[in-house]
Every structure is written in structure tokens, then in C-alpha cells.
């Protein structure tokens, strides 16, 4: 019987916490949001999204695929067929109970923070000890140097169910400031019925900063960060390492698992909080793919330490033998195997082609060969032949693919922008739109009007379910340009631009070599984001959304506030240098040539002598919403039209910029433009027609820059009319532009009202 797309939705809440106490799979909440799995720890479900991933694999999903890869132990070529049994199954059985899935974990308690003084230690370490010393092999008196310093610490007993269990060791956190912030906790004993993989516990204690981890300095401890999956190896490493950890003046640095982004984090801190001179990055993970893929992050971005302006460079250690740093100590080898990003990301290349090959049962959890050994390996007769017309594609084919996509589409929306030129209404969609105060950037503005005219409000997928918003099965988002990032890129010899994650392994072998160039080039991601109408958003959910509204002036035209909204303005004026003479210059501006809207209302003016000597005048007798208006118009020519600029566009254009910019900024200020505005839109889109069509989205977008580096110093300088952190501005007096006419060049000729 077919599924109605009702009960796929009812379907798609199906909690997985609540199909693991269904069938009693056995896991620890560290967080009210997170759960572990007791046998495999390094699967996460996140309940809030109601997704897991399986860090030590690298499967994420939902609880279909939790069921298929977890509970059945299946694989990406088995049919998910049995996971789809097994969750109608709990369907039915949620159904028959009659339980409301909405609610059935329903966390209305706070975040726990955490507090290191109430976590259960002991005054004793005889436990903690013998665990260290005679199970994990750590040197006796590097261990009693630990317990008395507090790095390491004996906790209490404790029970799980119906279990009390011996003292764990804690292994407490501290941030880049020294304060106690989160712990580890190590179970001491073994218990294989319920660690099946590891047979002893971990967890994190609730409420820990993740922005940090457990970790130990060397030396000064601000040059090199070394970064662990598990505080065991992290001393494991340090034991075998002491004197190079001194020298280098490292910090060495538990993420407890393998997000290598933490370590990022740690290091911003520290040069935030200690002005840290940090310039190298280990990666001293696991010797398994989880650790390879975990450390490629560090291949695929540049860094660079904003005190002292250096590259950071990135390196990868692993073991001589084992799987980590502990498996090596225990069986009494000593030594690391130092490679480059590039070999880290190589080897990985290598590990995923070869666990393809290997059976569900033989796939070993580690390859512990030297890196001249492991070659590419030959596909088989059955990798090379597509299942069902889907061919296995590597991850450098899916991301060019996918960006050709988005490239695709944003050249589509792009092509459209002559519309604007050839309808005034259409122009004035952009313009309302760009008025909101939502703070996209011009470009961005103009493809997301482009792509959907009726768009308002806009977020990522994630942004929207952080807000508790969930967007509508089956939307289709709009593509924009993210935050750039630094991405590190190989020159080519014919000058092509090739991102190091995409580059062959010969090409990053010369860059490495300095035989080809590798720059750090500023990119800008495509990202997809979705309309407030694609989601389930309702009306009380809106406002705290929507940004600070400065002042509404279409209800609200107080001389008080219209004041206010043009004391910002003149704000914004001496903030370009820029001084506005509004009294005593009505004579040099009536000298002004007339244009078809009648007399000029103000201009800007700049020195021919000295280009950094610039003027905003504006008639004395305008009244207030026209002096507002006016102003905006100038201050648009200022941050276009000066003699410093390289826009050397005809009058008409210039005029056409200033006149699209002050549209947005007043009407920004809630002063509506009234009936006749399409009227003068239309002579606005008649101007851009006597341009060539590629020029128009140029034009356009350096206009609206223009209104919206205005319109966010509104919002954060006005709230409901009012000034915040109010600053004198200075107005020159008449007498300090006494050889305007002579000295002086015009950069516009009208500013006129078109409201």
C-alpha cells in the first residue's frame, strides 16, 4: 500500500531516542541535546534535528539510515528495504499507544552549566593510578606529577542503572584563561557486556565549553597546537614527546572525537584572550580514515595569525605503530610520522579506495603500512560497472559538479538583470526589497529578487531550524554568495586557479616543491537559503526576527524624530569626512542649472586643489522629510561620485545612483515614496537603457552598496526614533566655504525630491 505524503511527514518525526528505547538499544545523554551510543560512542544523535552521525565511520542520517547502518549493519550498496520495515513497525507500535511524538521528549528544562565543584572527586588517586600507570602504560612519575598539579584527578563512584561502578579518572578542561570549564570522565573498569567495542565507559559531563578540551602547555605553549581525539592519547603523546613539546612550545589539546574545527577555536581564543603567536597546527589523530578525513580540514584552508600577519602551517602526526598514541606506548615503541597535509589527504584517498574493496566483516579499523606502500587501488569489475545508473563518483567530481550547478543558476539569475532597466516596477521590487534593512549585500539582493520577486525574509535550512522553523518538505532555495573564506589554490603554469582540494596529487607534490605558485585567494561559497513563505513559520514568530526598525516616518513625523533620523545621517556624513552645510549656501546652489524637476536642492562639492576637502550643501528653506531625502542623495554621491572615484559614469547615471540610493535609504525610514514613484522610476530605468545591458548590474549594485552601508549604520544609531549613543556633529558655518564657486567642482548638478 502506497505511503501519503501525510504519513511520510508523521514518519519523519519518528524520534530515533525513541526507537532505541523501542528496542532497547543501550545510550548515555551527555547533553539534554546529544545521546552516545554505549557500544559505539562515536555515534552522536542530535536530538533537536533528530539526525545522528557516526563520527568513526563518517555515516550520518536519519533514523532510516540509523537503523540500516547501525542497527542492521549494512552498507551503502544494500537496499534500505528492512530499515523501512523496522521503522513503519515503530510506527505502528507509536500509533497503537496513541503517543504524541511532538511531545514525547519534550525538554522544557535549562541548559545545564557545568560546575566543576560539583563534580564527585576524591582526596584519594590510588584508583586513578593503577588505571594510568598499569592499563595505559603511562610512566609512573609523570602520572603523580598529574594528581598533585590537579591535570588529572580521581572521581567518586558512581552508578549507571543499576550498576555502581569504581572511581573514573576526570579529566578536567580548562579555557585559554585557565578557568575550569568542562571535564572528561574515564571509567576505570572493564565491562565488555556494556562497552562491547572499547569495554570501559567515557563521556563528557553536561554543560562543558566545547570551544575548548582537556589540555596541557609546554614551555610558553602559544607557538604549536597539537590536537587528540581522547586526553589517554594526548599524555600517551606527551610521555613519548616531552622535550619536543617544550622546544616547540606547544599546547596539546583533547577534542574529545574528531572535530577538527574545535581546535580552530581554541587557537582564536587564545589569540584574542593572550595575543597568542601560534603558527603551526598538528593533527595528531587516529591512524584510521575517521582521523584522515577528520584531519583533510586543515588541507582545504589556509590560515593565517592575525597578530603576527604569519601563515599558520599545518602538519599531520600519527603513530609508528597502532592506531593511536596509547596502542604504541603500551607496546613499547616510541616515535611519530611526520607528513604533510597534502600526504594526510593522499593516504586518505587511498584508505577510502581500499576499504571499498574490503568485505563488511574484513574491513580492518586501521592500515598501519608505511605511505609507499599504499598505492591507488585498481577498481573491481563491479565498482566499474554503475548500480542502477549511479556511477561512484569521488568528492572532488560531486563539489565541481555541484558548483557548475550553482553556477549555473546564478548566471541564469544574473542574465536577468535587464529586466531592470526595461521595467520600472521591477526596479522597484529590488528597491523595497534592498529597503527592509536585512542587510544582504547588493549583490546577493539582486540574485535573491531575481530568483524569487516575492522573497522577504531569508535563512539557511539550519538557521531556520535553530529557530525552532522548519522548512516545507520539497522547497527550493535560492542560491547566493556566503561569507568569503580564504581558500588555499595552486597556479597552475597556464595561470589557471585550482583548489587544493582538487588539485592532484602531482600538483599539490610542485606546490609543495615551490615549483608551482599556492596563494591564499578570497572565495565566495554558494550557500542555499529559503523564504520565510517556504517554511512553517507563523505570524508571532516574526518580529524578533526582523531587524531594528530605525524609525517608521510614514506614522510618525514628530519634529523630534524627523531630527533624530537627520542627525544620524549628518553622523553618517562626518563619518566619510564629509562636512554638511545646511545654512548660508542657498545663493551658490540657485546658481545651479535647473533641470526638469525644477531647482537644485543641494549638492556635493569637492576642492580641485585638494581632492580630500569635500562638501554636502543643502538649502536652508527645505523642510524636513525634504532635507532628509536630499541629504541621502548627497551623501550617495559622496561615496560614488568623488573626484577619488574610478565610476566615470555619464551625469545621468551618477544622478540615476544617487537617486536609486536615497529611494532606499528614506524609504528605510519608513518614508513612503507615494504614488508618482514608478513615474520617476521609469525615468531612472530610461537612464540605465542608454547603456549596454552588462553594464546595468554594475550600476545597480554599487547604488544599493551605497543605501545599505547607510542603512545598517541607521539600524545600529536609531531605535523607534530615537538616537543611540548620540555624538555632536559639527555643521561648518557659511563663512569656511567663501570660494565654493572658485575653488570648488561640482560632482552633481540637482538633487531633487521625487516623492
Known sequence: MAISKEERAQLKLLPIRGYCDWKGIPYTTDTPTELRMVDHDSLVVRTKLNRFVWNSTGVKGDLVDFIHYYELGKSDGDSKGPAIKNQLAYAR??????????????????????????????????????????????????????????????????????????????????????????????????????????????????????????????????????????????????????????????????????????????????????????????????NDVAGFKAADYFDRFSFKNPITGEAIEAERHIPLQGKDWNEQLKAGVTGRRVMSMTDNANRLDALEKLAVQETQTGKPDYVDVKMSTIQPVKPTVEEQTPKKGKERRSKADRRKENALKNKQIIQEAMGKVAKYQQDPAELKKLLDFTATGLNYSARNSMLIQLQNPKATLLKGYKQWSADGIQVNKGEKGIKIFGAPTNLKTIIDSNGEKIRWADATPEQKQLANNNQLEVRSVKHYPVETVFDVRQTNAIAEQLPSMLPNRPIDLATDKSPKHLD????????????????????????????????????????????????????????????????????????????????????????????????????????????????????????????????????????????????????????????????????????????????????????????????
Open 564 to 755: 533624530a533620523a537627520y542627525k544620524t545621517l549628518l553622523k553618517f556624513a562626518d563619518k566619510l569626512k564629509v562636512p554638511v552645510i545646511d545654512q548660508g549656501v542657498d545663493e551658490q546652489i540657485a546658481k545651479r542649472p535647473m533641470t526638469w524637476q525644477g531647482q537644485a536642492k543641494g549638492a556635493f562639492v569637492q576642492s580641485k586643489t585638494n581632492k580630500d576637502e569635500k562638501y554636502i550643501l543643502l538649502r536652508s528653506d527645505l523642510t524636513p522629510t525634504d532635507k532628509i531625502h536630499t541629504l541621502a542623495h548627497e551623501i550617495a554621491h559622496a561615496q560614488l561620485h568623488s573626484l577619488q572615484s574610478q565610476n566615470n559614469w555619464p551625469t545621468a547615471i551618477k544622478e540615476t545612483q544617487a537617486e536609486l540610493s536615497s529611494y532606499v535609504i528614506t524609504k528605510n525610514l519608513g518614508i513612503e515614496p507615494g504614488e508618482k514613484s514608478v513615474d520617476y522610476i521609469a525615468g531612472w530605468s530610461k537612464n540605465l537603457k542608454a547603456l549596454e545591458g552588462q553594464n546595468t548590474g554594475k550600476i545597480i549594485s554599487q547604488a544599493l552598496k551605497a543605501s545599505t552601508d547607510v542603512t545598517q549604520y541607521l539600524s545600529d544609531n536609531l531605535s523607534n526614533g530615537e538616537v543611540r549613543q548620540p555624538k555632536t556633529t559639527k555643521l561648518l558655518k557659511p563663512d569656511k566655504l567663501a570660494v565654493v564657486e572658485q575653488n570648488y567642482q561640482a560632482i552633481n548638478q540637482t538633487s531633487t525630491r521625487h516623492m
Open 93 to 286: 507500535f507509536v500509533k497503537g499507544e496513541n503517543i504524541d511524538v511532538s511531545k514525547l521528549y519534550e525538554d522544557n528544562t535549562p541548559r545545564y552549566k557545568f560546575d566543576y565543584d560539583k563534580v564527585f572527586k576524591t582526596q584519594e588517586t590510588n584508583v586513578a593510578k593503577d588505571y594510568l600507570v598499569n592499563q595505559r602504560k603511562l610512566n609512573p612519575q609523570f602520572v603523580d606529577n598529574l594528581l598533585k598539579s590537579g591535570a588529572v584527578v580521581q572521581g567518586s563512584r558512581y552508578r549507571e542503572g543499576d550498576k555502581l561502578h569504581q572511581n573514573p579518572v576526570i579529566f578536567p578542561w580548562k579555557d585559554v584563561n585557565g578557568k575550569i570549564v568542562g571535564a572528561d570522565r574515564q571509567g576505570t573498569e572493564q565491562d565488555f557486556e556494556h562497552y562491547k567495542k572499547r569495554g570501559t565507559s567515557k563521556k563528557i559531563f553536561a554543560g562543558s565549553d566545547t570551544s575548548t578540551g582537556y589540555n596541557l602547555s609546554f614551555g610558553s605553549g602559544d607557538k604549536t597546537l597539537i590536537l587528540f581525539e581522547s586526553p589517554i592519547d594526548l599524555l600517551s603523546y606527551a610521555q613519548q614527546n616531552h622535550q619536543d613539546m617544550v622546544k616547540s612550545n606547544a599546547t596539546l589539546l583533547s577534542v574529545s572525537g574528531t572535530d577538527a574545527k574545535r581546535g580552530l577555536q581554541y587557537l582564536n581564543d587564545a589569540v584574542a584572550a593572550k595575543q597568542a603567536k601560534f603558527n603551526k597546527i598538528t593533527v595528531a589523530f587516529d
